[in-house]
């Protein structure tokens, strides 16, 4: 079966409620390709490995977290971005990129594809509002900070780095993929055991420890590889489309 591009593009900005973001780059549809998609490729970062990978399945459209033409990027299409851009239109693949939108989903988003598969109980948004990005909640039984890292890390199949402080054990806990390690402050407010996110920088690790909350850094990449891949797979369940998720390793 197919969708046209444009039936396509409707129903995903809908499903996750685009308009309601005020966000570093533009959702939806980015680049257009060929009216008619029956093989869908899904990933998490637009990059040339992902795209040259559309390709050989013969995408029609590609489905990613991470899409192009940021907030106070390079505007000029020369370089890797013409390669880019240059291979998706020769190809005709319609490129799809959702960011915030596919973090904050309440089933199928990146924060809560990841609580589903750690086990983590969601109580709420870190923040108040219908589509927070960041979680609150809770592990189905208390464990140590270390066992929680090793816990996550089998999980996701990479070590993460944890800053323990002290040996508090975590049943409560807050988590935001990707780059969210200044949400650690609001996570400490909330009164949690412990923050996951994907990133770690300098000043993280003082904050944890003034503040007397475990730190665990899981991967940008790593913590969001599952928002893109259960939309797509949404997508095709519903329109009876081939789809293939393809992760492209990336260790940061």
Avoid at 2 to 23: K, V, Y
Avoid at 135 to 150: H, T
Avoid at 223 to 240: D, F, I, L, S
Wanted: hydrophobic fraction near 40%; charge should be negative; include cysteine.
């Amino acid at each position: 079966m197919t969708i046209s591009n444009a039936e396509f593009a409707n129903e995903l900005d809908n499903l996750l409620r685009i308009a309601e973001f005020n966000d570093y780059c533009p959702n939806g549809l980015q680049v257009e390709g060929k009216e008619q998609i029956r093989c869908l490729v899904s990933g998490v970062t637009a990059s040339q490995a992902l795209i040259d990978a559309a390709i050989q399945k013969g995408a029609d459209a590609l489905l990613v977290h991470h899409g192009f033409f940021w907030r106070g990027e390079e505007p000029r299409v020369v370089g890797m971005k013409r390669r880019r851009l240059a291979a998706l239109l020769r190809h005709d693949i319609n490129l799809f990129a959702y960011h915030l939108p596919l973090d904050a989903h309440p089933t199928l988003g990146n924060n809560a594809q990841l609580a589903e598969r750690l086990g983590f109980i969601s109580e709420g948004g870190m923040e108040s509002g219908p589509l927070p990005v960041g979680n609150v909640g809770r592990l189905a039984e208390p464990l140590s900070a270390e066992a929680l890292a090793e816990h996550v890390g089998r999980q996701l199949g990479r070590p993460v780095l944890l800053e323990a402080v002290g040996d508090k054990p975590v049943s409560r806990i807050a988590w935001c993929t990707g780059g969210a390690q200044s949400y650690i402050e609001k996570a400490a407010a909330l009164g949690v055991d412990a923050y996951l996110t994907g990133e770690v920088s300098e000043p993280t690790i003082h904050v944890a420890r003034e503040l007397g909350i475990h730190f665990i850094a899981a991967g940008h990449h790593a913590t969001e590889r599952y928002g893109a891949k259960a939309v797509g797979e949404y997508m095709a369940r519903r329109h009876g489309l081939e789809h293939h998720f393809i992760d492209i390793d990336n260790p940061a």
